[in-house]
């Protein structure tokens, strides 16, 4: 277990000295509403973290966050590992009153992380970071092949009995032949072609 990614931000709030944070993550722990929620990576994540004071109790934070994920091959549902690097750069704000940290929009358009606990726990804000930077779609292979949708079988190591033939006679029992239409069986197609019509 790693610590959670903490910058302790007191000295710069009262002296404007700049902040620095640095560590590695195998985990992420954040509130979504209020729900609990888990990031799990691969290996340990490596972030580094300075903030340099804007005066006042504005701030402003770079730095990088380089976590793998695990997800699922959106064709054949093995894991693959999806190593991401993040430039981190936001706009802080102290506001005492703030129990969690949390992400407003400027009027700028500009995302600002207001925060109200000078020992800043930036969990949710390297979460979003890293969910913002997932990828919706992950192939384990730009040519995956993907699952036989009959038995479920992976066509990436080699066919199974359904890959050659399409199951054409389901369809056809299913749907029928319509008569006068004989050369449909010669067809392989005109079964499929079927489907499309909304109210047969
Ligand atoms: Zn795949
Ligand atoms: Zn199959």
């Keep these: ?19 620095h944070a640095e560590g590695e993550l195998d985990h992420l722990q954040y509130l979504q509403g209020k729900t609990p929620q888990t990031l799990q990576f691969a290996e340990p994540a490596p972030y580094e973290v ?15 966050f380089s976590p793998t994920l695990v997800t ?15 430039q981190l750069g936001t706009l802080m704000r102290y506001e005492p009153s703030a129990e969690e940290p949390y992400l407003e929009e ?14 800043l726990d930036l969990s949710a ?4 970071s890293t969910l913002l930077a997932t990828p919706l779609t992950v192939l384990h292979a730009p040519d995956c092949k993907g699952l036989c949708q009959v038995c479920g079988h992976d066509l990436n190591e080699g066919p199974c009995e359904h890959s050659a033939q399409v ?8 749907l029928g032949i319509p008569e ?21």
């Design 167 to 174: 199951p054409i006679e389901e369809i056809d029992e299913e």
């Design 72 to 86: 699922e091959c959106a064709r054949c549902l093995r894991d693959v590992q999806v190593p991401l690097d993040i």
């Design 50 to 64: 300075n903030v340099n004071s804007l005066g006042g109790d504005e701030m402003y934070l770079q730095g990088h």
């Design 1 to 19: 277990m790693k610590d959670q990614p903490r910058i302790h931000l007191g000295s710069l709030l009262r002296t404007s000295d700049d902040a």
């Design 180 to 200: 006068g239409s004989s050369h449909a069986k010669q067809n392989p197609f005109a079964g499929l072609s079927k489907l499309d019509l909304p109210d047969e």
């Design 125 to 128: 804000y390297l979460a979003e």
């Design 106 to 119: 400027a009027e700028s358009g500009e995302e600002v992380l207001v925060f109200g606990n000078p020992d």
